[in-house]
């Protein structure tokens, strides 16, 4: 998924502002479940028929800041499942612009159903493992 | 949707103002400090070079929350730093922060009078 970096952005050292790569890497997340609905129609459907009102959160992260980006830039938000558990999910998240590697992140997100913790229904979890 | 909930990444806003905070509070101590690094190295910043966070408990609207911040570690260039939100008693989120001293632009090592400030705050 591409992003532009725009004035609101960045921060008084006119650089994106630390926390602001976390809105990017959301927006990673949620096109990568949403990129898995569309090779699955009824795969999100279905999720949502055994677990109403479903939703993933974050539960922990680990996070480097290799290096800055500007004004203008284009990233690159990359997301890749690391591990999937009955409950969570560990994902591997890239921040790049081209070959430039200027953030990584390991986030751990966890099913939600119902205001509790629950496990992911067998259909997303093996979308999830295939991908 | 309305969840009433804090969205996670308000919480690294949270966590700077801790930090910034911190420093003030330290500048308050030493007023004198800050004003010598301010002309050694001119325009000085901490950058967040790494953080882990562990989300333990969701934080909703009207809550009132303490940032609590201390280091952990003091090196050349760059400070650990612990954090935590709570609410009460509760702790709602933890973290562990990496930030490194820049001047110019570039990495340096922190200046001696805030290195030896900061390890006076170190809890050993």
Request: hydrophobic share 45%; with cysteine; net charge positive.
């Amino acid at each position: 998924m591409r992003v532009r970096v725009y004035f609101e952005d960045t921060d008084a050292g006119q650089i994106v502002y630390h926390a602001n790569f976390l809105r990017f890497m959301e927006r990673g997340r949620t096109n990568y479940l949403r990129l898995l609905g569309t090779n699955q129609q009824a795969l999100l459907q279905e999720a949502n028929d055994d677990a109403p009102g479903f939703a993933f959160v974050v539960r922990s992260m680990t996070i480097d800041f290799l290096k800055p980006a500007s004004l203008d830039d284009v990233l690159d938000i990359i997301t890749v499942p690391q591990e999937v558990r009955g409950a969570s999910i560990v994902l591997l998240q890239e921040c790049r612009r081209g070959d430039d590697l200027l953030v990584t992140a390991r986030v751990r997100v966890a099913f939600i159903s119902g205001g509790k913790a629950q496990r992911i229904p067998k259909s997303l979890r093996l979308s999830m493992e295939r991908a | 949707m309305f969840s009433g909930i804090v969205y996670h990444a308000n919480y690294l806003r949270y966590m700077e103002r801790g930090r910034t905070n911190h420093l003030r509070l330290m500048g308050a101590e030493q007023q004198a400090l800050f004003e010598q690094v301010e002309t050694e190295g001119a325009g000085f910043a901490f950058v967040v070079r790494s953080m882990h966070l562990d989300f333990l408990k969701p934080a909703r609207m009207d809550d009132v929350l303490d940032v609590v911040t201390w280091p952990i570690a003091v090196k050349g260039a760059s400070i650990m730093l612990g954090q935590e939100v709570r609410r009460g008693e509760d702790v709602l989120v933890k973290a562990e922060v990496r930030v490194a001293f820049i001047s110019g632009g570039r990495a340096q090592p922190i200046p001696k009078s805030i290195r030896t400030l900061m390890k006076a705050d170190l809890i050993s």
